[in-house]
């Protein structure tokens, strides 16, 4: 436990921490809408926002939390009016932000590929007290959206026509999930990288799939896998001087790997044990528990 004697390691561990929250927290709203791989998307429009932050000589996290904002509501209104040309702005979007990020690191004074490659893969040493607050707020905020709304989030993400007749605003938490995604990937750039935080919302949601039973089970799991591997590789990164990012993504794939082969036995478990308490049980009829509880998880 030596690392814990050393300031960086102390922020970078409870950054890794948040990090492991906030991302399994938005992600797995994103997995329901079939929207994996929306935080890579934003994590590229992020990357201006950085190099905007040191050519302006304003906080990174901050910048990139503005523009990523801004990228994710407009990704949204893609969805919505873009229709058949939707998918060339979404890459014009996506490209546009990563050549941005390039390009305004580099007119910078003191600009340099090093600085770029610290937001783009995650480093232990670089993150920085104010790195730190930036972080706590902005991980608030997602806890905050993603526990206080769950049930209309839920909804929304299960089926949007549902959601509408019941009488939710779709398109007003439709919007809030994009924000939400947006700050959760300026939350994990300094731990993660913004090429890999992807990985890290969507992943750890697909691993606990395999074993939750409910929503709401898959959502502790996966966040309880979000901590152990952003911890894991935090610490495995000091001692071996791996890149964090790659390492935490990596044990993120291991987990899933692990889970989907403990998966088959344990159905097979429950199903025996299923029939052994109900000799006339129909295997047609697992489909009705599936039902209610996702009608229970929107107060239906």
Do not use: K
């Amino acid at each position: 436990m030596d690392f814990l004697d050393y300031a960086f390691m102390q922020r970078a561990l409870l950054a890794a921490v948040l990090v492991g929250i906030t991302a399994p927290a938005v992600g797995i709203y994103l997995v329901q809408r079939r929207q994996a791989l929306m935080g890579d998307g934003i994590g590229h429009v992020a990357m201006t926002g950085v190099g905007l932050g040191f050519l302006l000589t304003w906080s990174p996290v901050w910048m990139a939390t503005l523009v990523s904002v801004i990228g994710a509501v407009l990704m949204e209104l893609i969805r919505w009016y873009g229709r058949t040309r939707g998918d060339i702005a979404l890459a014009m979007l996506f490209y546009g932000g990563m050549a941005g990020g390039v390009m305004f690191i580099n007119l910078t004074p003191t600009g340099s590929n090093a600085n770029l490659t610290s937001y783009l893969f995650g480093s232990l040493s670089t993150v920085s007290e104010s790195d730190v607050t930036a972080i706590c707020v902005l991980a608030a905020f997602v806890v905050l959206v993603t526990l206080g709304l769950r049930r209309q989030l839920f909804a929304v993400s299960q089926d949007e026509e549902f959601a509408r007749v019941t009488g939710l605003p779709v398109r007003a938490l439709n919007l809030l999930t994009a924000i939400t995604a947006a700050v959760t990937v300026t939350v994990a750039m300094r731990v993660v990288g913004l090429l890999l935080v992807s990985a890290l919302m969507v992943v750890p949601v697909a691993a606990a799939q395999q074993i939750g039973r409910s929503f709401a089970a898959t959502f502790v799991i996966a966040v309880v896998i979000g901590v152990s591997v952003t911890i894991g590789g935090t610490v495995t990164s000091y001692y071996q001087d791996v890149p964090p990012g790659a390492t935490i993504v990596l044990l993120t794939i291991g987990a899933f790997v692990v889970l989907t082969a403990l998966a088959a036995p344990l159905a097979r478990r429950r199903a025996r044990a299923r029939s052994a308490a109900d000799p006339a049980h129909d295997p047609a009829e697992c489909a009705i528990p599936a039902t209610r509880e996702a009608s229970d998880e929107v107060g239906v």
